[in-house]
């Protein structure tokens, strides 16, 4: 796996060429409904570009719009250098695509979908034959090529997905909650081969809202209700958190949240696992304020202490300074 503190150290520089994917003022109108508002970013070649943000943020609406199935309102995009309004049929060819939904098709064997998906993108003869052994290695599959994709575990399902989806090795790779259901482990394994995708050269923009898998990406942009919250490297988003975040160990989590979100001076509490994390601005007495407000309200606790931001908390926090997710 890559370091989670120094994030994909592949061949990614940058932007010291041409930008593999670049957004200008992107925005999509559904009726009075705005899904996407001026969104600007830049993904450059060889990196992993993270997007993440709750359900409703426009995160999969920008993908759709990127990769030509849906046209834009407004605003200006453009991938591998093809514009997304003239050029849809032309990055659809030069690029790869998966969905949470995987695109595979269940009541065909996995040799069938490999043969379906290499007619499609026009792999043929003996390239074809070199990239159909290399996906069912690469997934796990050589012993299981006539199994039906229908049966197979979801880990088996992932893999196979992603090899169909660069059968015809695309510059650019686009992922839109690619690890959806699927256990921490296969998430991991299927991560090693974003980062050897990565490390080939392969640009890869991932949407997930998995906060350990934002770790793994060079970059990521944030998005609520629409528009861009933040842009940077993981350690830069971190960095962006001064306030003092302050740990709760307690057995009684929702309870101990109440009461610290009637406590003055909290500006956010939220359970984190097992554990509360509550952020105090600019207060270094906020622990000891903390231990008072849960002793008077009787909410047992072993201990309250500082600790490093994570990006989860990083995500929390950014949130709520934009007016929270959207409801249902």
Request: charged fraction near 25%; glycine fraction near 10%; hydrophobic fraction near 40%.
């Amino acid at each position: 796996m890559p370091d989670p503190e120094s994030g994909h150290q592949g061949p990614f520089s940058p932007m010291r060429e041409e930008p593999a994917i670049r957004v200008e003022n992107l925005t999509r109108r559904f009726g009075e409904f705005t899904a996407v508002d001026s969104v600007s970013f830049q993904v450059g070649r060889g990196e992993i570009f993270g997007f993440l943000g709750p359900n409703g943020a426009g995160k999969t609406t920008t993908i759709r719009m990127l990769i030509g199935l849906l046209p834009p309102t407004s605003g200006e995009a453009s991938v591998s250098g093809l514009d997304v309004r003239k050029k849809a049929e032309e990055i659809r060819r030069e690029i790869g695509y998966m969905s949470q939904r995987f695109s595979l098709y269940p009541d065909l064997s996995v040799d069938e979908n490999i043969h379906l998906f290499s007619g499609l993108y026009g792999v043929t003869g003996d390239r074809f034959k070199e990239r159909r052994d290399w996906v069912l290695e690469m997934a796990g599959l050589g012993p299981h090529a006539h199994r039906m994709t229908g049966g197979l575990p979801l880990g088996w399902k992932q893999r196979l997905a992603l090899g169909c989806a660069v059968l015809h090795e695309p510059p650019i790779l686009f992922l839109d909650e690619p690890t959806s259901g699927v256990d921490p482990s296969a998430r991991r394994q299927f991560w090693d081969l974003i980062n050897e995708l990565a490390q080939g050269g392969t640009t890869i923009l991932v949407s997930t809202h998995y906060m350990e898998e934002a770790e793994y990406c060079n970059r990521m942009v944030l998005m609520n209700r629409g528009k861009v919250v933040a842009i940077d490297a993981p350690a830069g988003l971190r960095s962006r958190m001064t306030d003092p975040l302050l740990e709760i160990s307690t057995p009684v989590p929702p309870k101990a949240v109440e009461a610290l979100k009637r406590m003055s001076g909290i500006s956010e509490a939220a359970m984190f696992g097992r554990k509360v994390h509550a952020v105090v601005p600019g207060d270094e007495g906020g622990a000891e304020a903390i231990r008072r407000q849960l002793e008077k309200e009787g909410i047992p606790f072993t201990s309250v202490e500082r600790v490093s931001p994570s990006l989860e908390d990083v995500f929390v926090a950014l949130i709520q300074e934009e007016g929270g997710a959207v409801e249902g």
